[in-house]
């Protein structure tokens, strides 16, 4: 992989110290590289590269099929957002600066169309499918990591000012205190790397390893980080005026970087690193969004750490698993890090700047939650794998059961396909109704309020583009 270099030279062979603790994120056997693909020496599983970044995820074919299906879905989106635009420049009696605004608004997303397209080329995108394909077969990723899930952070990141940027910095280097060193790093879920950046820029760690899921975010990151220059258009959810609608930003680094960096597609959930590759792993904004509970993830951290190796943490703490007993307080969280072989050596909450556009009447403070915690002991327990997947659907060659769940969902949407058959153009709600209340034993009411919710449901999804 591209390897970032002191002065101008770009290596494409990665770190020897690196590629010496990467093991396979299936049976976690050694790694071995060839030309722009990697090797697992046990279960011969070859991973690809995007960009030369290594993309070290368990399944990586159906896992990289999910990014590109949601880029098709991204892109389908577009273009029907283009369609309505031009639609509306149609309507009557729209004022002037509507009209103006509007076919701004028009070549504004057409531009951010080719811009998306150029920088997500490496994802290798066919041109196969529909709109309502991608909808149907949807990609599922953990919660809140869609393609465009931290897109304004790029803004943030590498166009808004430093302020913000320079509150995180402030809270990791009262965690590290004057005179540490932070040896061999690890950023799991780096994201847009701004926080690796500053880190590295000011500390200088002897190796600099960013880990993240998200094709967008690392592409645009690793342009950013060479020195180049990222285009693409900021749409405020609530702009301050006509003129901040959009606005094409020019994202790039204060500096190009001048140390040594590698990034890696790769889960945090199952790293692939042997244990101990690394001094220190800093964690932003990233503990309470991952679908794994502490109880398991945190001891994963340990794993990555020598002895008296750190972890820093640093973002919010809004755990919400729907379950009570996992939905965890600062207290129980405290306890579960020293549970999970670490000594909390600092830690405080701290309200920051938080998404502060300029163009945006939206921005908020955030409550993080920082510290440093040292490692003062090994997990005698073994670190279990988080399973998003049953066996069935990791290996495509075993037969899928016929779950209760999936005859339920047959029976559901059958009921659906009847409805939607019904409408021609013709028939109206009512006398949809009227067959479905023979059909199913409905009262005339029950019959009318069903088809109706399903109908207004169906129409909102769509209109919001889901």
């Known amino acids: 992989m591209?390897?970032?270099?002191?002065?101008?030279?770009?290596?494409?062979?990665?770190?020897?110290?690196?590629?010496?603790?990467?093991?396979?994120?299936?049976?976690?056997?050694?790694?071995?590289?060839?030309?722009?693909?990697?090797i697992c020496i046990g279960c011969s599983q070859t991973f690809p590269t995007l960009e030369g970044m290594p993309w070290l995820m368990a399944h990586p074919g159906p896992s990289l099929g999910e990014w590109k299906d949601q880029?098709?879905?991204?892109?389908?989106s577009l273009d029907r957002d283009v369609e309505e635009i031009k639609r509306d420049l149609h309507l009557p009696d729209l004022m002037a600066s509507t009209l103006k605004r509007l076919r701004k608004h028009l070549q504004a997303k057409v531009e951010q169309r080719k811009l998306l397209h150029e920088l997500l080329a490496p994802l290798n995108m066919s041109d196969a499918g529909s709109y309502e394909l991608s909808i149907a077969m949807k990609a599922k990723?953990?919660?809140?990591?869609?393609?465009?899930?931290?897109?304004?952070?790029?803004?943030?990141?590498?166009?808004?000012?430093?302020?913000?940027?320079?509150?995180?910095?402030a809270c990791i280097k009262d965690l590290?205190?004057?005179?540490?060193?932070?040896?061999?790093?690890?950023?799991?879920?780096?994201?847009?790397?701004?926080?690796?950046?500053?880190?590295?820029?000011?500390y200088h760690p002897s190796l600099v390893v960013g880990v993240d899921i998200n094709p967008l975010l690392f592409l645009a990151a690793k342009k950013i980080l060479m020195g180049k220059t990222v285009r693409l258009y900021e749409f405020p959810i609530a702009p301050m005026d006509m003129e901040s609608y959009f606005?094409?930003?020019?994202?790039?680094?204060?500096?190009?970087?001048?140390?040594?960096?590698?990034?890696?597609?790769?889960?945090?959930?199952?790293?692939?690193?042997?244990?101990?590759?690394?001094?220190?792993?800093?964690?932003?904004?990233?503990i309470d969004i991952i679908p794994e509970t502490p109880d398991t993830f945190f001891p994963k951290l340990n794993q990555m750490l020598e002895i008296g190796g750190?972890?820093?943490?640093?973002?919010?703490?809004?755990?919400?698993?729907?379950?009570?007993?996992?939905?965890?307080?600062?207290?129980?969280?405290?306890?579960?890090?020293?549970?999970?072989?670490?000594?909390?050596?600092?830690?405080?909450?701290?309200?920051?700047?938080?998404?502060?556009?300029?163009?945006?009447?939206h921005g908020r403070l955030e409550s993080v939650f920082c510290f440093s915690a040292k490692k003062v002991r090994e997990i005698e327990e073994p670190i279990v794998a988080f399973?998003?997947?049953?066996?069935?659907?990791?290996n495509s060659e075993l037969p899928i059961p016929d779950l209760p769940e999936f005859q339920t969902l047959k029976n559901i949407y059958k009921i659906h396909l009847e409805v939607l058959e019904?409408?021609?153009?013709?028939?109206?709600?009512?006398?949809?109704?009227?067959?479905?209340?023979?059909?199913?034993?409905?009262?005339?009411?029950?019959?009318?309020?069903?088809?109706?919710?399903?109908?207004?449901?169906?129409?909102q999804e769509f209109k919001a583009g889901r």
């Not at 590290?176 to 590295?200: M, S």
């Open 2 to 38: 591209d390897s970032f270099k002191s002065g101008s030279a770009i290596s494409v062979i990665m770190n020897d110290l690196l590629l010496n603790r990467l093991v396979c994120p299936e049976c976690k056997s050694s790694m071995t590289s060839k030309s722009d693909f990697y």
């Open 71 to 76: 880029f098709k879905f991204l892109l389908f």
């Open 141 to 169: 990723l953990p919660r809140s990591q869609t393609l465009l899930g931290y897109y304004n952070n790029i803004h943030r990141d590498w166009c808004w000012g430093d302020d913000e940027n320079l509150e995180g910095l």
């Open 176 to 202: 590290i205190g004057e005179k540490r060193e932070l040896g061999r790093l690890l950023v799991a879920g780096a994201g847009n790397c701004r926080l690796l950046y500053d880190v590295a820029e000011n």
């Open 247 to 286: 606005a094409l930003r020019k994202c790039r680094a204060p500096k190009k970087y001048s140390g040594e960096l590698e990034l890696i597609f790769a889960d945090t959930m199952n790293l692939p690193f042997q244990p101990a590759s690394f001094d220190t792993v800093l964690t932003p904004w990233l």
């Open 310 to 361: 750190r972890w820093l943490n640093f973002g919010s703490l809004v755990y919400d698993y729907k379950n009570p007993a996992k939905d965890y307080s600062k207290e129980e969280v405290l306890e579960l890090i020293e549970k999970s072989g670490f000594e909390v050596e600092f830690q405080f909450t701290r309200k920051i700047p938080y998404m502060q556009s300029p163009l945006s009447h």
């Open 387 to 394: 399973k998003t997947l049953p066996p069935w659907l990791q």
């Open 422 to 459: 019904s409408i021609d153009a013709k028939t109206s709600m009512t006398q949809i109704a009227k067959v479905f209340e023979g059909k199913y034993g409905l009262t005339p009411t029950e019959a009318h309020d069903s088809i109706m919710k399903y109908l207004v449901k169906t129409f």
